[in-house]
């Protein structure tokens, strides 16, 4: 790629007078912009928009956008959403990870430094160590959006924010009452749950509060026993979770999982061990990713908008940089996909 200085040689002026030319600065008389127009397309120069923004004070054109995972499908219907959305705008996104250990602060600060216009985070639990970077990221009038789980205790942590920020809540607890009311209304008694978090978290998550509390309702107990816990996201971990499941028991009829990665692979599992779905086991998954259609037996799953949450964080940034909005909150309701990894309970 050319420089300045490789342009001021070709134009036969000063690297300050190309400099000029680039940033749309006046008192440069219209036959050196002339040479220099014609260096700079000869050259094939592309100029910088970060260092263009940070002397002229005009956007970058870039959005940030933190994810948990974008090799999980359902941040990258997100992520694939909102780039689609910034592009048909005119801006770029710079894409951040969370997993693998990653420090989502240290993330927050490379957004800050590449001064992105906006920022979208739907990447889970937000940190008090994060919040600051949120709140400078504010007091700079940089949009934040983010995404949070409805009854998620970790939400007081950002709750300062929210008259400040745009916020998406999503409804996994009502999402997990809907998939497990519809498997006790299948005659499912024992329904085992493969559970992505620590043991710790059995208290607060949304989709074990939701599935506990249907439980409780038809006189149902909770067994420990049948949930494995501590599984992390990827699809190997629902293999796992399975094989766990059935080391400890066969005693159950059901099983939800944390999303449908999770239930894809406990499927697998199943057809390994001779298990029929869904005449011996009904499997639930969570997400509805375009993958669950596929399965075999096509997966019944909690479809939780993916690509809704990508449109509207682009456009809320994008909104607000553009006019200066209110904070907004959209939810997002959970719906139940019936497909055919489920079945009534056989006697």
Same mark, same amino acid.
């Given at each position: 790629?050319?420089?300045?200085?490789?342009?001021?040689?070709?134009?036969?002026?000063?690297?300050?007078?190309?400099?000029?030319?680039?940033?749309?600065?006046?008192?440069?008389?219209?036959?050196?912009?002339?040479?220099?127009?014609?260096?700079?397309?000869?050259?094939?120069?592309?100029?910088?928009?970060?260092?263009?923004?940070?002397?002229?004070?005009?956007?970058?054109?870039?959005?940030?956008?933190?994810?948990?995972?974008?090799?999980?499908?359902?941040?990258?219907?997100?992520?694939?959403?909102?780039?689609?959305?910034?592009?048909?705008?005119?801006?770029?996104?710079?894409?951040?990870?969370?997993?693998?250990?990653?420090?989502?602060?240290?993330?927050?600060?490379?957004?800050?430094?590449?001064?992105?216009?906006?920022?979208?985070?739907?990447?889970?639990?937000?940190?008090?160590?994060?919040?600051?970077?949120? *709140?400078?990221? %504010?007091?700079?009038?940089?949009?934040? !959006? $983010?995404?949070?789980?409805? /009854?998620?205790? =970790?939400?007081? #942590?950002?709750?300062?924010?929210?008259?400040?920020?745009?916020?998406?809540?999503?409804?996994?607890?009502?999402?997990?009452?809907?998939?497990?009311?519809?498997?006790?209304?299948?005659?499912?008694?024992?329904?085992?749950?493969?559970?992505?978090?620590?043991?710790?978290?059995?208290?607060?998550?949304?989709?074990?509060?939701?599935?506990?509390?249907?439980?409780? *309702?038809?006189? %149902?107990?909770?067994?420990?026993?049948? !949930? $494995?816990?501590?599984?992390? /996201?990827?699809? =190997?971990?629902? #293999?796992?979770?399975?094989?766990?499941?059935?080391?400890?028991?066969?005693?159950?009829?059901?099983?939800?999982?944390?999303?449908?990665?999770?239930?894809?692979?406990?499927?697998?599992?199943?057809?390994?061990?001779?298990?029929?779905?869904?005449?011996?086991?009904?499997?639930?998954?969570?997400?509805?990713?375009?993958?669950?259609?596929?399965?075999?037996?096509?997966?019944?799953?909690?479809?939780?908008?993916?690509?809704?949450?990508?449109?509207?964080?682009?456009?809320?940034?994008?909104?607000?940089?553009?006019?200066?909005?209110?904070?907004?909150?959209?939810?997002?309701?959970?719906?139940?996909?019936?497909?055919?990894?489920?079945?009534?309970?056989?006697?």
């Amino acid at each position: 790629m050319a420089t300045l200085r490789e342009i001021a040689q070709e134009a036969g002026v000063s690297v300050s007078t190309v400099s000029r030319v680039v940033n749309g600065y006046e008192h440069v008389s219209d036959e050196v912009r002339l040479r220099v127009e014609r260096a700079i397309k000869k050259l094939n120069y592309q100029p910088n928009q970060l260092a263009r923004a940070l002397v002229s004070g005009r956007n970058t054109k870039q959005l940030g956008l933190l994810v948990y995972d974008v090799a999980n499908p359902y941040f990258a219907e997100i992520a694939t959403a909102v780039e689609n959305v910034a592009y048909q705008n005119g801006y770029s996104v710079i894409l951040c990870n969370s997993s693998g250990g990653r420090n989502t602060a240290v993330n927050l600060q490379t957004l800050i430094r590449h001064q992105v216009d906006g920022v979208a985070i739907t990447s889970g639990e937000i940190e008090a160590e994060e919040v600051k970077y949120l *709140e400078r990221l %504010l007091d700079r009038g940089i949009p934040v !959006v $983010v995404t949070r789980e409805r /009854f998620w205790v =970790s939400n007081p #942590a950002i709750d300062h924010l929210s008259n400040r920020i745009g916020t998406i809540e999503l409804d996994y607890y009502t999402g997990a009452r809907m998939a497990t009311e519809y498997l006790v209304s299948l005659g499912h008694e024992r329904i085992a749950f493969l559970f992505s978090l620590p043991k710790s978290n059995l208290e607060m998550d949304p989709r074990v509060l939701g599935y506990r509390e249907v439980l409780a *309702e038809h006189n %149902l107990p909770f067994c420990e026993d049948l !949930v $494995v816990c501590n599984l992390g /996201f990827r699809q =190997s971990s629902g #293999a796992r979770g399975m094989l766990e499941l059935l080391s400890r028991t066969r005693d159950f009829t059901a099983v939800i999982a944390y999303n449908d990665l999770l239930a894809i692979s406990a499927l697998a599992v199943c057809r390994d061990e001779g298990i029929r779905v869904p005449e011996d086991v009904s499997v639930m998954g969570f997400d509805n990713i375009a993958a669950s259609q596929y399965t075999y037996p096509a997966l019944t799953t909690v479809h939780v908008p993916k690509s809704e949450q990508g449109e509207f964080m682009a456009r809320y940034l994008i909104s607000y940089i553009r006019e200066e909005c209110q904070p907004v909150l959209r939810r997002f309701p959970s719906e139940l996909v019936v497909r055919h990894s489920t079945a009534a309970r056989r006697a």
